[in-house]
């Protein structure tokens, strides 16, 4: 088994919950992901785009890092390049780290489409910001870890099926969900909570340390 951290140029805080899921993880940057490297303190393993979003500072600091170049003019993003780099290198999981926010909504939209279709073709993969996760939810049932409060959401990709939700401050029993349905958003975990799924795809979004309010 082979769990790559890949490196994006989302938002990203440390912390405890974060450092035990990424500790033994092979490291992959993509473009200006690299800067996440100081916060979890990593050094990567390779580092692949354009590097047209990379301070000069950067780039000097992780000089001895390899590197993939790649045209602006291409036709993946970092994100997908970093991540087609980790399954040549035999990734059998992978984690998405600074997946959320940032200045590019289109780049976010893609790396939760793109978790979804790595997990259906049989590689687990997390998306995090370190204050929110997103995790695959695959036709069948799961648990998650999380504590009693967490904020937690389910989106839809497509129609639901048979969508049950236990342990939660509002479950739901084999219920159908329209595309585009809000039903699904702003729960709260009270117990354990058991997620199943009999047809449709959904992320599971997850606050287990939600930033301080301003």
């Not at 780049?107 to 049989?122: C, I, S, T």
Request: negative net charge; aromatic residues 6%; charged residues 20%.
């Amino acid at each position: 088994m082979s769990r790559f951290l890949i490196l994006l140029g989302g938002e990203l805080v440390r912390t405890p919950r974060l450092d035990a899921q990424v500790a033994g993880c092979r490291v992959i940057a993509a473009d200006s992901g690299i800067r996440h490297a100081a916060t979890l303190g990593v050094t990567p393993e390779l580092w692949v785009g354009d590097f047209d979003s990379t301070p000069q500072e950067l780039s000097e600091r992780y000089a001895a890092v390899e590197r993939q170049s790649f045209s602006s003019d291409k036709d993946k993003t970092d994100g997908e390049l970093a991540i087609s780099a980790a399954l040549e290198r035999g990734a059998t999981s992978l984690v998405l780290a600074g997946a959320f926010g940032g200045p590019r909504a289109d780049h976010a939209f893609l790396h939760l489409a793109l978790a979804l279709k790595l997990a259906e073709a049989g590689t687990p993969t997390f998306l995090t910001s370190g204050a929110q996760e997103g995790q695959p939810l695959l036709p069948g049932t799961a648990s998650f870890d999380y504590a009693d409060g967490t904020l937690f959401s389910v989106l839809g990709f497509s129609e639901l099926s048979g969508l049950t939700e236990e342990g939660a401050k509002w479950p739901l029993d084999h219920v159908e969900v329209a595309f585009g349905s809000s039903l699904t958003l702003s729960n709260e975990v009270r117990g354990g909570l058991r997620i199943s799924l009999e047809r449709g795809r959904a992320l599971l979004i997850a606050h287990p340390n939600p930033l301080p309010e301003h």
